[in-house]
């Protein structure tokens, strides 16, 4: 299939009542039972919720690691029941970029091979490597294997990979939580700069309430649905 470069509009993703459920044995878990939202270019969206509400099966499902069991999922305005294995892959190399928690990293790549590789991968050139890692407080590190860093070291060195990579869509899984709380405040303002100015769309799942409220919105899922957070009912 011969998917358009850009979106048609500015919806990077789409979603209507969207639902997925886990089996284990004879037991189903219904986690997103209709889940509808929408992400443009250039926009930061805060997910949060309890543990267990499904932010990770969220992610999954649009990166295509996951299926819906039914619902519309549209990404970069093509429906996901028209798109193949190959095309998530494609996605996933040159156009969303998922920070995991942890795993980002190849573990046999220095952190500057790290970003070269990611780049390349988009079949882009690696120019901005030492400057991003400057940026992220970590140019030291360049040199440095994935096992020789913190893990807040890691968890910047993976942000580098992400911007490397020049991607449309980044789903992040709490993206600062592994830094202490100074370097998380110097992190976060670089994060949005490069969200706003690349006009990429950014889903960041995350309990760090400075974090979300940096974001354009946030919506809470609780039960299996997906809302606008209302911090009246919450707090
Ligand atoms: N592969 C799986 N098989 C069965 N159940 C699963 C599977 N993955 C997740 N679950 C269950 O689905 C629910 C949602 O999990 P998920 O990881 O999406 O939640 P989460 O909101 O990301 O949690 P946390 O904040 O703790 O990371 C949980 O009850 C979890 O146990």
């Known amino acids: 299939m011969s998917l358009p470069r850009r979106p048609m509009n500015d919806a990077l993703i789409q979603a209507r009542k969207l639902s997925k ?28 919720g309890p543990s267990g509400s499904g932010k990770s099966t969220l992610l999954n499902l649009l990166n295509g690691l996951l299926a819906p069991d ?27 970029a998922t920070l995991f928690q942890d795993g980002n990293l190849i573990p046999t790549l220095t952190v ?19 400057a991003l890692l400057q940026q992220l407080g970590i140019a030291d590190t360049a040199q440095r294997y994935p096992d020789q860093l ?11 990979c992400a911007f490397a990579m020049q991607p449309q869509l980044i789903l992040a899984d709490e993206p600062t939580g592994s830094l202490d709380y100074a370097t998380a405040q110097r992190v976060a303002p670089l994060f949005f700069d490069a969200i706003r100015e690349r006009a990429v769309g950014a889903l960041i799942v995350t309990h760090n309430p400075e974090l979300a409220e940096r974001c354009d919105r946030i919506l809470e899922l609780r039960e299996g649905d997906l809302r606008p957070w209302d911090s009246a009912v919450s707090s």
Do not use: K, M
């Open 150 to 160: 913190s893990g807040g070291q890691q968890q910047r060195a993976a942000l580098a």
């Open 112 to 130: 500057a091979r790290n970003i070269a590789f990611r780049a390349g991968l988009a079949g882009l050139q690696q120019h901005a490597g030492e």
């Open 21 to 48: 459920s886990y089996h284990n044995g004879r037991e189903q878990i219904c986690v997103l039972r209709g889940v509808s939202f929408a992400l443009r270019r250039g926009e930061a969206v805060a997910v949060i």
């Open 70 to 96: 039914s619902g519309e999922l549209r990404v970069f305005g093509n429906p996901h029941t028209a798109l193949t294995e190959g095309d998530w892959a494609e996605f996933r190399r040159t156009r969303i």
